[in-house]
């Protein structure tokens, strides 16, 4: 039975959603790709890409405001729909106590293997992000993306991404680039900069045509599984 919580959450990102719907620009939803009919694989369709949203908890309550998870979402529904991506949340469910802080491979680990195989992205939002335990305080990020290759079936074929509580509002979408294949960037004014990026980054056209690839293999690959040789990889920020 799902929980009080988890409901909760549920039906508040749901409204969220409705709600960032409805405040689209007519402009921008007549642009749109058509609604897919047959297949979403197809070409001219939106790619439709399932997120479980799992929300890490301390006390008992949510360590992100739904607020900021919506507006999260949101923003990066606004940058992957001039590519024809579109992201679904299938899920949204809370963590038990003590997942809250990751802070190291471990950890990572650990999380990845909460993630069912259901073909979705899997979002952690978290209260502290760091690359490695022994040195937290100068390894902190706001977000990783990471996969496994290799035939463990509790891990691999999925992508996971987490954040922290406190991140950027374009940290999710900046570790979707990632999971759907993009490398860093320089300029301040990309969203795939690992840095203090400018007020108002983007993605350029050609990240755009990768994404929408690496989105495409994504949902291919999430319905077939092709073991690879054992292996973590995993970007920073
Ligand atoms: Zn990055």
Redesign the pocket.
């Known amino acids: 039975m799902k929980s009080r919580l988890a409901t909760s959450l549920a039906s508040g990102l749901a409204a969220g959603a409705l709600a960032i719907g409805l405040l689209s620009p007519p402009e921008a939803a007549a642009s749109r790709p058509a609604k897919p009919t047959a297949s979403r694989l197809q070409a001219t369709s939106n790619l439709v890409v399932p997120l479980t949203i799992h929300v890490a908890t301390t006390n008992r309550a949510p360590v992100v405001s739904q607020r900021r998870m919506r507006e999260s979402i949101a923003r990066a529904n606004a940058e992957l729909r001039h590519f024809g991506i579109e992201l679904e949340i299938r899920a949204v469910e809370p963590l038990r106590e003590g997942y809250s802080r990751v802070t190291g491979a471990d950890h990572r680990l650990a999380l990845a293997e909460l993630a069912h195989r259901d073909g979705s992205v899997h979002v952690f939002w978290v209260e502290r992000v760091a690359l490695d335990a022994q040195d937290e305080q100068n390894t902190r990020v706001s977000g990783i993306?990471w996969r496994y290759f290799g035939l463990r079936k509790r891990t691999r074929q999925r992508e996971y991404v987490v954040v922290a509580h406190d991140a950027p509002l374009t940290t999710l979408v900046?570790?979707l680039g990632?999971a759907f294949g993009l490398g860093?960037r320089r300029a301040a004014s990309n969203l795939?900069c690992?840095c203090q990026r400018s007020a108002n980054p983007g993605f350029t056209a050609r990240q755009g045509r990768l994404m929408r690839v690496g989105a495409r293999r994504f949902l291919v690959r999430s319905n077939q599984p092709r073991p690879r040789t054992d292996a973590t990889r995993y970007?920073?920020?």
Do not use: D, V
């Open positions: 993306h900046h570790e990632h860093h795939m690992s970007a920073r920020r």
